[in-house]
DNA sequence: CTTGCACTTTACCGACCGGTCAACTAGTGT
DNA sequence: ACACTAGTTGACCGGTCGGTAAAGTGCAAG
């Protein structure tokens, strides 16, 4: 077991470095972050980080990929997944949101907002890359949603000829949205006092779905 | 007529860094733009800058005051005040952001979203000074929605007792997360395509309202 | 003509940016 | 004992950042 496991006592470097990145740039932004205080944080020489990887966007595309996968573990399959019924199981996944950005807010001294958003408002415009990697990323939580909004769907919750997928990328719109404002704010409660939006908007008949192609 | 007239030939400078500086943040971001380059396109020593502003952050702030009144006079009562019924200023106002949105991307390449959640997410957890004129400024476009939504209240088209403020401040949220999806697509299709969304978000009865405090 | 002031111009500052490089260390397989 | 290699280290690069200082310009009032 040397070639198999993934990630040995080998790799510490990168696996600090992955680390460092993601506490800093999701706590602040890309560009606010340099790779000096991501060295440092890591407990890292500069040279290690160069070693790992060729520069500062490919490390945030590896880190973007491990918070990705950390998020739909802890969060998105738990909390979608855990309660019955569509109402519930959106009250579920905000209060999720809200303990994470309360969370970081008492640790770090700031609410982040949604990672992958504040990274598709900060490069979108300029590094297609970072962008391309964030829509795959959105593109999988709304795959998640949709999955949910089948389920209610089958159970009746949801009249059948519901547009699940329309649904699941107006789910995120709003929930990107309410972070967004939540940010403005700097106060989790914003994320409470909107989130009955969500059950607003998913659980309506939706009266016009007459866009048929 | 010359101290009541507010701008004379003189200030040229001062109105030629502010026009630069909106057009360089708004399409792109506040960090990837340096003082430099806005003296560049303004055809303005960085010197002068400094003379008439203490510093980028003062004139990015003067920059968001010319940018939201001319956005108010602009869009938000032509396209609010103009057609008849909810239904019908919803969309005229979704439609009059995806023109925005289209040009620009025409223009200079590139789709900016909303200027002003864009700056909020950029620097809302390490600037205090922007993040509170932004949320300033997100204020008054929600008042602007809350009259739209007052008028709608009074015709008789929503129920009486509907809670305009918190339903303005989900339409702004609603507005932020589809500019944010469309930033991240770079494509203003997707403006139109989630555009429906904030119909079927505020001509609902909005059942459960019972958050009284 | 001279003084004062608003504005401009240019040179310059220290700090920091992302990235490079060559030398070095330690562990492994032969 | 040897060579090879993954990983580490610290010095260094040119460029850019926001901001400063001081000299200079032109115009208007006294």
Same mark, same amino acid.
């Given at each position: #077991?040397?070639? %198999?496991?993934?990630? *040995? ?8 470095? @992955?680390?460092? /990145?993601?506490? &800093? ?37 590896? #880190?973007?990929? %491990?918070?990705?996968? *950390? ?8 909390? @979608?997944?855990? /309660?019955?019924? &569509? ?127």
């Amino acid at each position: #077991m040397e070639a %198999t496991t993934p990630n *040995d006592t080998r790799n510490a470097s990168r696996e600090a470095l @992955l680390q460092a /990145a993601r506490e &800093l740039i999701v706590g602040r932004s890309y560009t606010s972050v340099g790779i000096a205080e991501i060295c440092a944080q890591a407990g890292v020489r500069k040279g290690s980080l160069y070693h790992f990887f060729p520069g500062k966007e490919a490390l945030t595309l590896a #880190m973007l990929e %491990t918070l990705y996968a *950390d998020f739909e573990r802890e969060v998105l399959i738990p909390g @979608l997944a855990g /309660a019955n019924g &569509l109402r519930a199981r959106i009250d579920a996944f905000v209060h999720a949101i809200h303990a994470f950005e309360a969370r970081m807010q008492t640790e770090s001294g700031q609410l982040p907002g949604c990672p992958f958003g504040n990274l598709a408002v900060e490069m979108g415009t300029h590094n297609p890359t970072l962008r391309q990697a964030i829509r795959k990323h959105l593109d999988a939580v709304t795959a998640h949603f949709r999955s949910v909004l089948d389920e209610a769907v089958q159970d009746g919750e949801l009249p059948p000829q519901t547009d699940t997928g329309a649904a699941a990328e107006q789910w995120l719109a709003l929930m990107e949205g309410i972070l967004v404002m939540a940010k403005a704010d700097q106060d989790p409660a914003t994320i409470l006092r909107l989130g009955p939006a969500l059950g607003a908007l998913l659980l309506n008949p939706t009266p016009e779905v007459r866009h048929e192609r």
